[in-house]
Structure formats: structure tokens, C-alpha cells
């Protein structure tokens, strides 16, 4: 009953930056967290960044701390913003939502339920 659809991944130049955004439909529960994964080819999906349901908890990977921004300025989207872009931080990104309550933020993909098509950001050097 959950949807999630991303957009804003591209293709751009080392050093740059771009916005992801998550745009989430449905029955939206008041502990739910957002997540940022993302997977490069050959290799498992990781943890990025994720965010409680008011805003008020961050985690990050300590890969993008410092350089990625998650936030949730809507009731209906979750964003990423990503500054200084690498070539490592290539790879498909993926929007998550967890509906259980938390304890604290899950950092792994099996601890949320609902998952976005993801979109690609490709980062040249």
C-alpha cells in the first residue's frame, strides 16, 4: 500500500552535486523511517542515510557523512542532497521506508519493508 518513486540521479562531473528526491503514497505511520541505499554492480546493497518520521534522528554511513544531507521538508517526500560527489559514489540509488516502530535507525536493507525502482547517478572523474 506503499509507494515509493525516485528521481534526480543523473550523470555528473566529480565534485559536483545532486538532489534525490523520494516521493512516497500511502499509509505513512508515524515511527516510519526513510532510507538511501544504494548498489554498484558486483557488490551488495549498502546503507547511505535514512531519517525518522519527524526529523528529529539522522544516521549516515560514514562513506557520505559530511557530504550527504537526508531531510524531509514534505509529509510525501524524503531527499537526499549529495555534495562533492566521488566516482566510488556511483551506483543505483534506492529509497526505503520502514512502517515498525524504531529503536533506533536500521541500517540494513532487510530491516525496511517498502522499496523504490531506484535511479541511477553515475559520477566521472
Known amino acids: 500500500q506503499v509507494q515509493l518513486v525516485e528521481s534526480g540521479g543523473g550523470l555528473v562531473q566529480a565534485g559536483g552535486s545532486l538532489r534525490l528526491d523520494c516521493a512516497f503514497s500511502?499509509?505513512?505511520?508515524?515511527?516510519?523511517?526513510m532510507g538511501w541505499f544504494r548498489q554498484a554492480p558486483g557488490k551488495e546493497r549498502e546503507f547511505v542515510a535514512a531519517i525518522n518520521w519527524g526529523g528529529s534522528s539522522t544516521n549516515y554511513a560514514d562513506s557520505v557523512k559530511g557530504r550527504f544531507t537526508i531531510s524531509r521538508t514534505r509529509t510525501d517526500a524524503v531527499y537526499l542532497q549529495m555534495n562533492s560527489l566521488k566516482p566510488e559514489d556511483t551506483a543505483r540509488y534506492y529509497c526505503?521506508?520502514?512502517?515498525?516502530?524504531?529503536?533506533?535507525?536500521?541500517?540494513?536493507?532487510?530491516?525496511?519493508?517498502?522499496w523504490g525502482q531506484g535511479t541511477q547517478v553515475t559520477v566521472s572523474s
Open positions: 526505503a521506508g520502514e512502517y515498525r516502530p524504531q529503536s533506533v535507525i536500521p541500517t540494513t536493507p532487510k530491516d525496511y519493508t517498502y
Open positions: 500511502g499509509r505513512i505511520f508515524r515511527n516510519n523511517v
